[in-house]
C-alpha cells in the first residue's frame, strides 16, 4: 500500500480531543490536522517527536492534512492511522501473503453479525464454508522490547468483537482476530494486560473456544505500508 501523496515531516506540539493534532513544519509553518486514531496512542505521541502527515488538496476540508506516521522514542516507525489497517490487510489477503486465509472465493467487508450488533471487518468464502475475520491495529511498543501489545487503552468494543468471535467458534464457523502489527521493530505480539485486563481474559476465552489468533507485521516506510511477515502472539 503506497500512500497516495508524498508525506511531509512536521515535529508534533501536541494532540488533543482525540482527532486533533498540531504540528510544525520543517519550514515553520504551524498547523493542525486529522488525527485518525480513537486510541490513546501510548508511546506515539510525544511532543517534540517526528511525524509525517500527508496534505491535502480539497478546498472543502476543514483540516489541511492527515497525521499517518510517527518516530516513537525508541527510533521506531508507526503508523498511527488506524483505517490503513483493513485495506492493507485486504491487500495482503488478495495477494495471498497470509498464508492461514489463502485460497478464498470471495471476500465482503463489514458484514453484520452476533447478536451484540456487531459488523465483522471481513468475511471471507471458502469451499468449506465461510471464516470471520476481525482486524486490529498495533503500535503499541515499549522500550527496547521486540513484542508489540494491544490494546494501548480500554476497549470494551473490542471485547464485544472477542465474545462475538467465540459465540462463532463455539457454533462451528471459523473466526479469525488478526492483528495488523504497524510498528516497525517487532517480533512478536501481546495481550496489554496492565492496560485491559478484561481485554486480555476475553482474547484468552475467544482462544480456548477456539477463535484463531494470528499476527502479522508490516514494514512501515515513509512511501507506504506492506505487509511481510508472520509474527507469534504470545498469550501466556
Known amino acids: 500500500m503506497r500512500f497516495a501523496a508524498p ?7 501536541r494532540r488533543y480531543k482525540r482527532f486533533l ?20 496512542m501510548l508511546n506515539c505521541m510525544a511532543p517534540g517527536g517526528r511525524v509525517w502527515f500527508q496534505r491535502s488538496s480539497d478546498p472543502k476540508r476543514k483540516l489541511p492534512g492527515t ?7 525508541q527510533g521506531r516507525l508507526a503508523c498511527v492511522n488506524t483505517a490503513r489497517a483493513n485495506p492493507l490487510i485486504e491487500e495482503a489477503l ?6 492461514e486465509l489463502a485460497g478464498f472465493e470471495a471476500l465482503k467487508r ?10 465483522i471487518d471481513f468475511r471471507l468464502e471458502f469451499a468449506s464454508g465461510p471464516a470471520f475475520v476481525e482486524v486490529k491495529s498495533v503500535t503499541l511498543g515499549f522500550d ?5 501489545a494491544f490494546p494501548d487503552a480500554q476497549t470494551l468494543r473490542g471485547a464485544r468483537h472477542l465474545r462475538e468471535l467465540a459465540a462463532l467458534a463455539r457454533a ?19 495481550p496489554a494486560r496492565e492496560i485491559d485486563p478484561l481485554y486480555a481474559a476475553a482474547l484468552q476465552d475467544a482462544h480456548a473456544a477456539g ?24 498469550l501466556d
Open 7 to 13: 508525506l511531509e515531516e512536521a515535529l508534533l506540539v
Open 21 to 40: 493534532a498540531d504540528v510544525v513544519t520543517a519550514g515553520g509553518e504551524e498547523l493542525c490536522i486529522h488525527c485518525p486514531n480513537t486510541g490513546s
Open 211 to 234: 477463535v484463531e489468533i494470528l499476527a502479522y507485521g508490516a514494514q512501515v516506510t515513509l512511501d507506504g505500508l506492506f505487509i511481510d511477515r508472520r509474527l507469534p502472539v504470545l
Open 144 to 148: 527496547d522490547s521486540p513484542v508489540a
Open 110 to 119: 463489514e458484514v453484520p453479525y452476533g447478536v451484540e450488533n456487531s459488523r
Open 172 to 190: 462451528g464457523v471459523r473466526a479469525v482476530q488478526l492483528y495488523c502489527v504497524n510498528l516497525s521493530g517487532v517480533e512478536a505480539v501481546r
Open 67 to 73: 497525521w499517518e506516521l510517527v518516530e516513537t522514542p
Open 94 to 99: 488478495r495477494a495471498g501473503r497470509i498464508a
